[in-house]
């Protein structure tokens, strides 16, 4: 009889005990004790009391982990924290806090000022914490599921917003069938290797030849179900939409925590998992790679929506990432790895300074509304320049050095001709932000607009987010030697 | 002469089944219907599962079903008040008329 429930399981399982505890404290609370509009910013309290309590079992993990090495393994291998897991746990937890900080002027301005909003966005997380910490098919499926629910009830959060409802309802459509694919691959997968764990199936699907039908019926089904969650070509068609239709904040926390957190499932699924079977995933990620950064790069060029715009970009910039991916040398994970810590600053800066843009009566959304931003708020105006910049991928910017290790490794292993894309699409990208650069400091507005929504939360997380993009691209050094540690086991 | 039913005509099964689901999520008009699709899919893996947990004499297999089942209530519990919101401001469940979003 083996024994459920330790105190090694209990370690590992704490910070996301303690997220779901605070965020359903949160739902609670809301409803009983503060249901007056002006005590909502109590709430904030509890997302900030949740996300420090989680930081403090990240760091006990990650002081474990650094006397003992290697990994630690729970509940029988079915959640396991590595330092490739607590990475991305930290990616998170930053991500949560940050929309968190934006999301409470941005309600505010769009009367849909909820407390439930803070207790989804820390359920959101721990959904996260599994796809990162997962290792067993069943307990990733369910992780996955609870982060793809949560966002499904935050992108329709404007209710009265049809736009709203309507990216909610094509995003659970449209997610519905990616997970429904990918838990037929995960079927299959179980089908092969007899067991849920993922150390079983990585020795099962070594043992299979290259040729194997079912075997690659299972690994197509799991790489569109992937793909889709990515928000890669061509299974891209839900990102713009959704990404258009949801409120700022939520757009910024899908194009960074999710897509972040489904990458890590990514790299775990095919880098590990499925490493013996490379010649069969590797042409499929090499077609979406190319796909996602021609139809982002060419997409993105036409857009007068800036959300939708930055929803093509990050089409482009998955593209990127699986290029790390498909190299898949020491040089390329840890490429993927300092990409999305730089992806996750960067592009939560941008969204953050769109989200500023938005006041009451003004979506603030369209191109044209970033005219003449340079007199009416410099400090906006150049904090999105940096993070354009590193959009971008110029240095001395943090964008430049994610792309930097990703070129690197293509060469490397020998892609030449996907590195030679990537640059000349890189080239391409710079038209687009530089678009919205024109519009900031050359064109001036047209008509008086009311000031800016800023509080100061938005402005620390302006700060910090902008700070970490500068200080990644000039001292990358010790960044650098984290994403080496993350993945080396 | 009848054929025992193996764990082969199982899977032929599901794979019909996850084709179907996928047809009519792409084809049908009605969001309702698109759900259903959804339902189909879900239920296509529950098959899967079964069928391989029947194979292997194992639990694991209907263990993973009935996760994917409550999965499946969640998703269908927020979906439809979604489909309700959009009624209420658009008055249509059709997917052709919601349609506000495109490039």
């Known amino acids: 009889m083996s024994v459920y429930y330790t105190s090694l399981d209990h370690f590992v399982l704490l910070p996301v005990l303690l997220l779901a505890l605070f965020g359903c404290a949160t739902l609670l609370f809301d409803f009983w004790v503060f249901p007056e509009a002006h005590q909502r910013k109590y709430l904030l309290i509890f997302l900030g009391l949740g996300e420090a309590f989680a930081g403090w079992a990240y760091w006990r993990q990650g002081a474990a982990l650094a006397i003992n090495g290697g990994e630690i393994s729970a509940f029988h291998g079915a959640v396991v924290v590595d330092h490739f897991a607590l990475f991305f746990h930290w990616i998170f937890l930053i991500t949560t806090l940050v929309v968190g900080l934006i999301s409470y002027r941005y309600l505010e301005v769009r009367d849909e000022h909820h407390g439930e909003y803070y207790g989804i966005l820390m359920l959101a997380q721990c959904g996260m914490f599994f796809l990162a910490s997962g290792n067993d098919l069943v307990t990733i499926f369910v992780g996955l599921e609870t982060m793809a629910v949560s966002f499904y009830v935050l992108v329709g959060f404007l209710r009265a917003e049809q736009r709203s409802n309507e990216a909610a309802l094509k995003y659970l459509l449209l997610g519905g069938l990616s997970s429904g694919f990918l838990a037929y691959g995960f079927s299959i997968l179980y089908g092969i290797a007899g067991s849920t764990l993922l150390n079983d199936i990585s020795k099962a699907v070594a043992s299979r030849g290259h040729s194997d039908t079912i075997l690659f019926l299972a690994i197509a089904t799991t790489t569109v179900g992937l793909l889709f969650k990515i928000a890669a070509a061509p299974f891209h ?124 009566g003004l979506a603030g959304e369209d191109i044209n509304d970033l005219r003449g931003l340079m007199k009416k708020s410099p400090g906006h105006a150049l904090w999105m320049l940096i993070f354009l910049l590193s959009l971008a991928g110029i240095p001395p910017t943090a964008g430049f050095f994610g792309k930097y290790f990703i070129f690197l490794s293509l060469i490397e292993t020998g892609h030449y001709v996907l590195a030679v894309l990537g640059c000349l699409y890189a080239a391409v990208a710079i038209y687009y932000y530089m678009r919205m650069v024109k519009a900031m400091f050359i064109e001036t507005e047209e008509e008086e607009t009311p000031a800016l929504s800023t509080s100061f939360g938005t402005q620390v997380a302006l700060v910090v987010t902008g700070v970490m993009t500068l200080v990644i691209g000039v001292y990358p050094e010790p960044f650098v030697r984290l994403a080496q540690q993350s993945f080396q086991r | 002469m009848l054929h025992p039913i193996t764990t082969e005509h199982y899977l032929v099964l599901s794979a019909a089944l996850l084709l179907i689901g996928t047809v009519g999520i792409l084809l049908r008009r009605n969001a309702v219907v698109v759900m259903m699709s959804l339902e189909l899919i879900l239920n296509a893996v529950n098959i899967n599962l079964v069928a391989f947990g029947k194979h292997l004499q194992q639990l694991n297999g209907q263990v993973f079903a009935i996760f994917i089942i409550t999965v499946a209530v969640a998703e269908a519990a927020v979906g439809l008040g979604i489909l309700i919101a959009v009624f209420r401001n658009k008055e249509t469940v059709l997917v052709d008329e919601i349609d506000l979003l495109k490039w």
């Open chain 1, 237 to 360: 068609m839900w990102a713009p939409d959704v990404y258009e239709g949801a409120p700022t904040t939520i757009t910024a926390f899908l194009a960074v925590g999710s897509k972040a957190a489904s990458f890590a499932l990514l790299m775990r699924v095919f880098a590990s998992t499925l490493g013996s079977a490379r010649s069969t995933w590797e042409p499929l990620l090499i077609a979406a790679a190319v796909l996602s950064m021609t139809i982002g790069n060419l997409a993105a060029i036409t857009q007068t929506n800036t959300k939708r715009l930055l929803a093509y970009s990050s089409v482009n910039h998955a593209g990127y990432v699986l290029l790390g991916v498909i190299a898949g040398n020491n040089t390329g994970y840890k490429g993927v790895l300092i990409y999305l810590l730089v992806y996750t600053f960067m592009n939560l800066g941008a969204f953050l300074v769109l989200t500023s843009l938005t006041r009451k």
